[in-house]
């Protein structure tokens, strides 16, 4: 059993993937110009853009060069925070005009998932390189048009998965994929929260708006956990809506679901989201033994532990993960090379296609086989 | 949030539930007749009945009294390690001898469990109480018959559930059912090992012996860990059976399924057991925090954790589950008084009605309500 995390370590170190204040590192994508860093426009400034803001404003190839909000009140905060050009403020009217700016690169659609396609078609049209954050946008059909655009203008696009550059799930990743422990049978993956007290007004619960409660928000860490930790593609979905605990809160999008998936190899993955009560888990069953994260995929601290022969813990450093997913899809846009297609726009929209199946499957009560 | 572990502590050594070599307790049973052991004849001498014998030899107030067995090559080493008398053997055919054996008081039936049902009913007619071990028996009317006919006979059933007597898993009941972290709303449970070297002719592969796979042998334990943690009975189920991986070992038996239970309050239950990977775990969300055990079923050791506020871990010493197990019976029987619901018969069929319907369930694809 080869389970040479020393390797690992290094091998990381050397990309200083999770060095939070690494040095400049490639990839094999070349060296990047030093004095140029990626300018990056975020459409949306809710609680999640602000949280990638810090990120980028940590990150050593990207800066927070625009801002689209339709909020005016929140404009002169953020202009003064990370010194942001008046000629880069945007609103969702005159968006559109950033064809014409030369000091933006790339576009990071943070907006409530259903707005998603709308922003990510705009901003290629207009020139500009392409993050949307996940879940990519609400249906499969809303993700190929997305893709379909992109590619007509000529972009790139990429998916916020932060994941990938997270020590501790990229330990997963390699544990799974090497098979350290012999084939991954099984994968359990669950995030929930209690969300019960949230504003009423909050997008997440609108079904227009998030395109659908937990399966969208939380679920899709769960499925991409499930793919990145087998290496295999779901080829079909079962899935139950839990009753409704919080029936004032929850009137329009599901608030906790259970759903399973099958792989190609006869592999399985149990999986749960819930807005109503808490878990954080990513663990993987092989032959001859379990790893296991837990928390995984919130932002920790972490816990990683393997049970082959003995039981093992895995430690790496905390990261922050918007900084570290920034500074790495930097040097893809910056060296002018596609993103790796962990990250790509058909990444999302493989998770997406689950999504719709887990929701018919839902809505079924039957297995529902993903094409 | 209560969480007060020294005050349960206290309480469980108290009655000495976890004390390996502990003092005589009573459970509010009045005093145990001190030169009076319960005489226990066991049916079957597997790996099962090894350990559980052993259990019965460091147990307080239990003795390996008689065996029943189909083996005759077995008996020497038996009789002499437990000190057995000549005429406290029996085989399949003269078992309902037993009826005359004034030194014996309760047969434990440790047979496959397709077995079970005629066993314990033959010990029922020669008078004698019963311990059926899990699972009860292979169908819910199997359960109903063993009941029905303990009933007719004036004997007290039991089953073999050793958990509701060791400590980590009492303390997630408590914690469940004291809803120290409010409500419990899910609950994961699983258990599995990588059996798929067992010999081709192990009675576990034989369907009829067996009356299943994974579910009926492990299975039941999940069952049990989502009923004892939420205090509440399921109401409907769904399940799928996995794609099968050794598809040369499992060809009368499940390899390895997964079900989901819905609870009256709305609580749900994901559970999942393998005899091709292994996992070990059972975990509770509730309003304000989580709480598991991992390892949770086996013999660990086991590790509980909860997670509210803060993270913590919670220990206890480990037991010789079935010593605990039999001297708790003991003190019952030799008090001639009932046997507390937690370890009857009824108890038994519950999870077997469970389990009925989750085979139904997995068969139709359908969620199947259990009445």
Excluded at 336 to 365: Q, W
Aim: hydrophobic share 40%; net charge neutral; with cysteine.
């Amino acid at each position: 059993m080869k389970e040479n995390r020393r390797s690992f370590v290094k091998k990381v170190a050397l990309s200083s993937l999770f060095l939070p204040f690494g040095l400049p590192t490639n990839l094999g994508l070349g060296a990047i110009p030093k004095e140029r860093k990626l300018r990056v426009a975020l459409v949306g400034l809710g609680r999640y853009a602000t949280r990638l803001a810090q990120g980028i404003a940590l990150s050593q190839h990207c800066e927070v060069a625009g801002i689209v909000t339709g909020t005016p009140s929140k404009i002169p905060k953020w202009r003064e925070k990370y010194d942001i050009s008046e000629n880069s403020v945007y609103n969702y009217e005159n968006f559109d005009e950033i064809i014409n700016n030369k000091a933006i690169d790339v576009v990071y659609v943070v907006l409530p998932n259903g707005m998603h396609k709308e922003y990510a078609i705009r901003a290629a049209r207009a020139g500009k390189h392409v993050i949307v954050e996940k879940p990519m946008a609400i249906t499969a059909a809303e993700c190929e048009e997305i893709i379909a655009e992109c590619n007509k203008a000529g972009v790139q696009l990429a998916v916020g998965y932060r994941l990938h550059f997270e020590p501790f799930n990229m330990e997963m990743m390699r544990l799974g994929r090497e098979k350290v422990y012999g084939p991954v049978r099984h994968v359990e993956a669950a995030l929930g929260y209690n969300t019960s007290g949230i504003d009423r007004n909050d997008w997440h619960l609108n079904a227009k708006l998030s395109g659908g409660g937990c399966l969208q928000n939380l679920g899709v860490y769960c499925i991409q956990g499930a793919r990145y930790v087998t290496g295999e593609e779901p080829i079909a979905v079962t899935a139950q809506l839990a009753p409704v605990i919080h029936k004032d809160v929850f009137t329009e999008v599901e608030e906790s679901i259970h759903w399973q998936m099958e792989f190609p190899s006869g592999a399985t993955a149990t999986c749960s989201a819930s807005s109503a009560y808490p878990f954080d888990r990513l663990l993987a069953s092989a032959d001859k033994g379990i790893f296991e994260l837990s928390p995984a995929i919130s932002y920790g601290p972490f816990q990683g532990r393997t049970r082959g022969s003995e039981t093992k813990s895995f430690e790496f450093p905390m990261t922050h993960h918007q900084q570290v997913q920034m500074d790495e899809m930097a040097k893809y846009l910056l060296n002018d090379k596609p993103f790796p297609s962990h990250i790509s726009g058909e990444e999302g929209l493989k998770d997406m296609k689950v999504i719709d199946a887990a929701y018919k499957a839902a809505k079924t009560g039957k297995r529902v086989e993903i094409v």
